[in-house]
């Protein structure tokens, strides 16, 4: 993922918070704070036959302490047009190999409970639930409740 594929990410990204059910934000960042909050070297894209990016997936760092240094939190997003195609999982399996070679041991992720397409697609990654963090924050005037998922890698010890 390099700057020229900016408009490409953030469109898609906008995509998703249309949903209503992807995340907290409504509105994609700009590309400057969007590269700022991910780690570079775990972003990755899928690309369509044709060129076109289709998805993306990147992390960001839970927490500048020494001691998180292996955990990382993530993103994944498809464009509405390739849903269902089997890109998300591909996206998280690039993301849990590059994550896991980089010795990162944890992938966590807070999904809205509405979003069952993603809870599902997380569970077939290895993801489990933690927990549900309930009315955790307000988004369009209500409160929503967050599941808690993350996966523990069984290499990287």
Do not use: C
Request: aromatic content about 8%.
């Amino acid at each position: 993922m390099k700057d020229v594929d900016a408009d490409a990410v953030l469109r898609i990204y906008q995509a998703g918070l249309d949903t209503g059910n992807a995340s907290f934000e409504v509105t994609a960042p700009t590309w400057e704070a969007f590269d700022a909050a991910r780690l570079p070297a775990h972003r990755h894209l899928a690309v369509s036959d044709d060129g076109t990016i289709v998805g993306w997936v990147a992390v960001s760092a839970v927490s500048a302490r020494p001691v998180y240094a292996g955990v990382v939190e993530h993103s994944v997003y498809v464009d509405p047009n390739a849903q269902g195609k089997g890109v998300a999982k591909a996206l998280l399996m690039a993301l849990i190999a590059s994550t896991e070679a980089a010795g990162i041991w944890t992938i966590q992720s807070g999904i809205f409970e509405e979003n069952t397409a993603s809870l599902a697609l997380h569970q077939r990654a290895g993801f489990r639930t933690i927990g549900t963090r309930e009315r955790v924050g307000r988004h369009h005037d209500r409160w929503r409740d967050v599941i808690l998922l993350e996966r523990r890698s069984p290499t990287v010890t």
